[in-house]
């Protein structure tokens, strides 16, 4: 089995996306006291594996194989043994590299990179801004290393997952054909997966790939909650979000909570009432599982609430006592705000009272 120093994180669909990335934010505060990363040059290694897996045709397709595997090995097992499972340990590695080589020239795979480069085209743009956000992720966590990040094509199958590389850095994958738009039919081609329903598929998008790409990340950073309440997960994941609206800071906050303009505007204007609800009928404090994954997992709608109330209002609130807390302790570094796991010392000190 693949020994990595950390969890593989990310290896199932994740939904936490909006189809266009705005701009100009909902939030008054945003944009402002960005801080300079001008002076910070370096970016994260790009590792194009779907060049390899799109060369169905090329010259000496049985080289480039083995190159891969002799240069990537963590990777290459990772992909063909997880992602895509095509080969497994009990094979020789002759016929490995046959069935890689089979999947390679399948019909489908070659659709999907003719399909994904004809909607994706030059992404470039789209690097410049993640490596942008990378600047930002060497300001606050200068301690860590730059993650390798490689671009595959995963059948549908994964957004941004992290995994160990060979040299102990953190390696992301990203599946490039999971952004090829909200307009894409991908119910035709997956089936009826609710990870494919409307309100999820609407967040599938290319411009949206820097901010997948730093949760997955973050995620990681962050870990697991200090306890098994609702406040508890609430906090973890405001966390989460503050974090991710440091490092992309001119990005929407429609786009750091998966919302819709109507959604974070139903939100901002019954902020109140959503805390009053989460007091009244005491949630906060339930250790309830399915009472939890209710209110902190992305949905249409939110749970006790009018219909017009998004899912994943908990973590909403979440990122709200976080943005208190960090006000009245703007001292607190990110690194120091996620080694406080007492998410009632934080509730507490955050002083968090919505106004009307």
Not at 61 to 73: G, M, N, V, Y
Not at 166 to 194: A, H, Q, T
Request: charged fraction near 25%.
């Amino acid at each position: 089995m693949l020994e990595t120093k950390k969890r593989i994180l990310h290896l199932w669909i994740m939904i936490f996306i909006l189809p266009v990335v705005i701009m100009i934010s909902c939030r008054p505060d945003k944009g402002k006291n960005i801080p300079d990363v001008s002076h910070i040059t370096a970016a994260p290694e790009w590792v194009h594996f779907e060049g390899l897996l799109c060369t169905a045709t090329a010259d000496k397709l049985e080289e480039k194989i083995h190159q891969f595997h002799a240069e990537r090995p963590v990777f290459w097992k990772l992909f063909f043994e997880r992602i895509v499972p095509v080969v497994h340990d009990s094979m020789d590695a002759g016929t490995q590299f046959e069935e890689v080589k089979r999947f390679i020239q399948d019909d489908r795979i070659q659709w999907l990179c003719d399909t994904t480069q004809q909607i994706l085209g030059d992404w470039s743009e789209v690097k410049a801004n993640l490596n942008q956000s990378f600047k930002y992720l060497q300001l606050y966590f200068p301690e860590k290393d730059l993650p390798r990040i490689y671009s595959v094509i995963s059948e549908f199958g994964y957004l941004p997952f992290i995994f160990s590389d060979e040299d102990g850095r953190d390696g992301i994958g990203v599946s490039l054909d999971m952004f090829l738009g909200n307009d894409f039919p991908y119910r035709k081609y997956v089936g009826m997966s609710p990870s494919f329903s409307t309100y999820m598929t609407r967040t599938y998008n290319k411009d949206h790939l820097p901010m997948r790409v730093l949760e997955a990340l973050i995620d990681d950073y962050v870990g697991y909650a200090g306890g098994e309440r609702l406040i508890d997960q609430m906090i973890l994941n405001g966390k989460k979000k503050y974090i991710l609206s440091q490092l992309l800071p001119t990005v929407s906050d429609t786009v750091i909570m998966a919302y819709s303009k109507e959604d974070l505007r139903w939100c901002n204007e019954n902020e109140r009432n959503i805390w009053a609800h989460f007091l009244h009928q005491e949630l906060l404090y339930s250790q309830d599982r399915m009472t939890i994954t209710k209110h902190i997992n992305p949905g249409p709608n939110a749970p006790g609430m009018p219909i017009e109330a998004p899912g994943n209002t908990a973590t909403w609130i979440g990122w709200k006592i976080i943005e208190n807390y960090m006000r009245r302790y703007p001292e607190t570094s990110l690194s120091g705000l996620i080694s406080i796991k007492d998410a009632q010392n934080i509730l507490e000190k955050s002083k968090y009272k919505p106004s009307i």
